[in-house]
């Protein structure tokens, strides 16, 4: 096992974890004033969203300058601090590397679109447009063509997020060297590894064929066009020979659109480029998929299809590649809102999920606030959102479209990016502890109730419980190790799983839902099983054969040999 399959990650998203100077924005050393609270909660490692120089559309994913620091943020000492103040801990540090587009304010796409001899031209994907159009009906992640007109120029150039983010041309070796430079700068500094921002994105299909409609929409998203593409395993084994394999870091691709397979190739433990990817499956459990914009919608998800994806990533990565485990980020909504329940049963679904996160095979990602059970914040005026992908829906849907606000409010409350994005609530006090000045965003309304020194004061909180199960990690083999099995695949809210390493096994129950379940006849639990954690019981306890609302509980059930298959 290395460092990293036993590691749990902390992300943070900077601008909204902890304001030092009162300017509203989070920045490095409101970050390394938090790290004891970090190091309390035992985690090893921290991912920092991006930091460096942007073009302010996209929270720091259109970078202007791959080797500075954004003004807001600090400066490279801050950042060195930051560094040390985790190494000192004994944590690491992983920076985002954002190299499938650059900012079109960044040097290389200023010089490139002076002309089509600039010398950095290439550096971009640039086409003549087709019948007065763009090259292809490509659509962007954010709405609309992915291709922009450079009226200098006359061609376009590809931006498979916002126009102002375009597209590098990985086909260039001068492109890929150059990247592979701005790593070792970053390595050299000390580094522990990088979360790689749309990794599989960066080799499109040769001559961008239209997509098929498939929607009213225009411009459809052409993803079989750009994910995974032919030369994707090339770049990346390549960028593991020139840079990752002279360091001891760790590596996680954003990979949307990936199966087990593929996964298993780019993190294979002997030839893979890769320590571990994000696959999506379980974030488009909810989604409508009939509808003209799917990742907007909700629909409930079904209990057994999560355990099939699940499942099917557990048993299709083990002993050949390695999972992330992670249930929100800064790009999706907060998880207890998402898969628990954030009324009644927060604090119980939000400690439920945890269970579910942190003792399935792989490395777990916490994200910022998660610990705390904070649940999406549903602003009711458009004025208080800043996600660029929030705010274009609206403008499509309601300013251009004419629909109603309140249909469209809706969708932002369930989806909406700003979810995550707002600030982490320290305390109940002004700003909720977070700046003395005016937040970047408003705060999550909640956070006179749900804020960190409310949980540190409460035994009982989910911060506590989070630390609980990161210690309980760390003690049992055939969580990090184990292999998976799942005892009940297709009950409608019980999730039944047991984890077997050679000297252990494990049984995890979870039941999923509002409703008292009776396992009379549905499972039974070995009678020499022990209790390690849950959320009603203590461990130690012998707990009833009935789980209460989002109960969840560990066992152990001994060893392999004593006990064989419960149930
Ligand atoms: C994925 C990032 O997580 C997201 O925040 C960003 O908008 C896109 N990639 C584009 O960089």
């Not at 459809?220 to 084994?237: D, V």
């Not at 499956?281 to 699940?310: I, Q």
């Not at 749900?450 to 003690?475: C, K, M, T």
Request: hydrophobic share 35%.
């Amino acid at each position: 096992m290395t460092w990293w399959q036993r590691s749990v990650v902390y992300q943070i998203y900077p601008r909204s974890f902890m304001d030092s100077d009162g300017d509203g924005m989070g920045d490095l050393r409101g970050i390394t004033a938090k790290l004891d609270y970090l190091h309390t909660l035992g985690v090893d490692v921290v991912w920092l969203c991006p930091v460096y120089p942007h073009g302010g559309v996209d929270g720091g994913y259109d970078i202007t300058d791959y080797r500075g620091i954004a003004p807001e943020y600090g400066t490279l000492a801050d950042w060195q601090e930051l560094l040390a103040g985790l190494h000192t801990r004994g944590m690491k540090l992983v920076m985002d590397l954002v190299v499938n587009h650059t900012s079109d304010r960044h040097p290389w796409f200023l010089e490139a679109r002076k002309g089509v001899g600039s010398p950095h031209r290439d550096y971009y994907l640039w086409e003549p447009g087709r019948d007065g159009g763009p090259p292809s009906n490509w659509g962007s992640h954010f709405g609309g063509s992915a291709w922009q007109l450079d009226p200098a120029t006359g061609e376009y150039y590809l931006h498979l997020f916002a126009p102002e983010q375009p597209d590098l041309n990985w086909a260039s070796p001068t492109v890929r060297r150059e990247v592979y430079d701005l790593m070792r700068f970053w390595l050299d500094l000390g580094i522990d590894g990088f979360r790689m921002d749309t990794i599989n994105m960066l080799s499109k299909a040769p001559g961008y064929p239209d997509t098929a409609p498939g929607s009213d929409y225009a411009y459809p998203l052409a993803e079989e066009h750009f994910l995974n593409g032919p030369e994707l395993l090339t770049y990346l084994r390549e960028m593991h020979a020139e840079v990752l394999s002279a360091y001891d870091v760790m590596t996680v691709g954003e990979t949307p659109g990936v199966n087990p397979d593929q996964a298993a190739v780019l993190t294979d433990p002997q030839t893979g480029p890769l320590s571990m990817v994000f696959q999506f499956d379980h974030m488009a459990l909810d989604k409508d998929t009939g509808s003209a914009r799917p990742r907007w919608t909700t629909v409930p998800y079904s209990v057994p299809e999560l355990k099939a994806v699940l499942g099917r990533w557990q048993t299709g990565l083990h002993g050949r590649g390695w999972n992330s485990l992670y249930l929100s980020n800064h790009d999706v909504p907060r998880m207890v809102s998402r898969y628990g329940d954030d009324g009644a049963y927060r604090v119980a679904s939000a400690k439920l999920l945890a269970t579910l996160l942190f003792t399935l095979q792989g490395t777990p990602y916490v994200y910022q606030g998660d610990e705390l059970g904070v649940p999406n914040a549903k602003f009711t005026s458009i004025d208080d959102y800043r996600d660029v992908d929030t705010l274009n829906l609206y403008r499509e849907e309601v300013t251009e479209g004419g629909r109603d606000p309140a249909d469209i409010l809706a969708m932002i409350h369930n989806k909406g990016r700003d979810n995550a994005r707002t600030p982490m609530p320290w305390n109940a006090g002004p700003g909720a502890g977070f700046t003395t000045g005016t937040p970047w965003i408003p705060l999550n309304p909640t956070y006179a109730d749900i804020n960190a020194e409310a949980a540190l004061a409460d035994p009982d909180s989910v911060y506590w419980y989070y630390r609980d199960l990161i210690r309980l990690r760390r003690g049992h083999p055939a969580i990090v190790d184990g292999r998976y099995d799942d005892l009940r695949p297709t009950h409608d809210t019980l999730y039944a799983y047991l984890r077997t390493h050679a000297q252990e096994q494990l049984l995890v129950l979870l039941n999923f839902g509002g409703a008292v379940l009776d396992l009379d006849g549905v499972l039974e639990i070995p009678a020499n099983a022990e209790l390690l954690i849950g959320n009603y019981a203590a461990p130690g306890e012998v707990p009833s054969g009935t789980l209460q609302p989002w109960e969840a509980r560990v066992y152990v059930t001994r060893t392999v040999e004593e006990t064989g298959t419960p149930g």
